[in-house]
């Protein structure tokens, strides 16, 4: 056999009648039939039930008591508060707007619409506009309606929202649906005007901001993508020093030579110069502009030493001679990195 808890399911009771047109608190009238009140959703007659155990609720004196008379009977009641105290606090908003650069960079911009308390002094209850009855529309500002849903147990539909949004209006929603049930008709009417969850359901204004938002993030894109990748300077072929080389590279290697039937050894180096624009007995030298290419024979000992730079590089060569053949050719000894 199972142990299993008895549950007694808490249901929200009906705490409002309707009295002389007016919504009235249970705590605003008399016990019994005396109250003299009938349901706000229905409209049969109610009995205060105010004893000592339970709290006090109104009961429908014939018929039963449904949820759905307690839900309307709070969404009118928050109606009819917003109308007798004609103030609200509007909901926070937070608007953002982004976009990425060429260079992948994400650029984002965000602005924070605090919750601010309003009053107003015209205000009327479901106005039928652009296509949808609204709870209650407000005037708090000129050129523009504030329309104010309540949701007790129905959001405002999507069907709704989107005529709110394609006719420009201004629309908010109050969240009673988390609303604790045994609060006291003041805790209720601060929850309805201030302190219950709320938000927006069409505002245009904040649209307004929101795409000005966007055009500036659009802008730092733009100036993003104009910027050029920082161009990586290229090392200059020239030496600082007139008696330096500028170092472009070396080759060392061995082989073969079929026509001398015999080995060789490779061993250059190869520095860059201004290009020679001399002109000899057989060579008149006309336009010229740039560097050419200057090999060196490479004595083996300083191959170490190259293996480790990074090309080109400004080097002071030691020359020396080596015999080829018959006759001295220059070769590098050594080197010295700046
Ligand atoms: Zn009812």
């Known amino acids: ?68 008379c307690v839900e309307t009977a709070l969404h009118l009641f928050a109606k009819q508060v917003l109308m007798e105290h004609k103030k609200v606090r509007l909901p926070e908003d937070q608007l953002s707007a982004e976009a990425i650069d060429h260079h992948g960079k994400k650029h984002l911009k965000t602005l ?19 296509g949808y009855r609204s709870d209650i529309t407000a005037y708090p500002y000129e050129n523009q309606n504030l329309d104010i849903e309540i949701c007790v147990s129905h959001k405002v539909d999507l069907d709704k ?50 795409k000005q938002l966007q055009a500036e993030v659009e802008k730092l894109v733009f100036e993003a993508n104009e910027e050029q990748p920082q161009k990586i300077e290229s090392a200059p072929l020239t030496p600082k020093k007139p008696d330096n080389h500028m170092l472009l590279g070396f080759k060392v290697g061995h082989g073969y030579s079929p026509r001398y039937q015999k080995n060789f050894e490779l061993c250059k180096l190869y520095t860059s110069r201004q290009v020679v624009s001399t002109s000899t007995r057989n060579l008149t030298c006309s336009h010229s502009g740039g560097f050419e290419l200057e090999e060196f024979d490479l004595d083996e000992n300083c191959i ?15 020359m020396g001679s080596k015999l080829h053949g018959r006759k001295f050719v220059p070769v590098v000894l050594d080197l010295k990195t700046m």
């Open 112 to 130: 924070l619409i605090n919750a601010e308390k309003i009053e107003f002094t015209n205000v009327d209850a479901e106005v039928f506009r652009a």
């Open 1 to 68: 056999m199972t142990n299993q808890p008895n549950t007694i399911e808490t249901k929200a009771e009906l705490l409002y009648g309707k009295k002389d047109n007016q919504i009235v608190h249970i705590s605003e009238v008399d016990s019994g039939l005396e109250c003299d009140c009938f349901c706000p959703a229905c409209n049969s007659p109610l009995i205060a039930r105010k004893g000592t155990i339970r709290t006090h609720h109104f009961a429908h004196h014939q018929g039963t008591d449904s949820q759905a």
């Open 304 to 318: 170490g030493k190259l293996e480790h730079l990074s090309f080109p590089i400004e080097v002071k060569l030691i």
């Open 161 to 210: 929202q989107e005529k709110a949004q394609r006719s420009h209006a201004c629309m908010m929603e109050i969240d009673l649906s988390a609303l604790e049930k045994d609060l006291s008709q003041k805790q209720i009417i601060q929850a309805v005007l201030y302190d219950a969850p709320r938000h927006w359901i069409s505002n245009p204004l904040h649209r307004a901001l929101e």
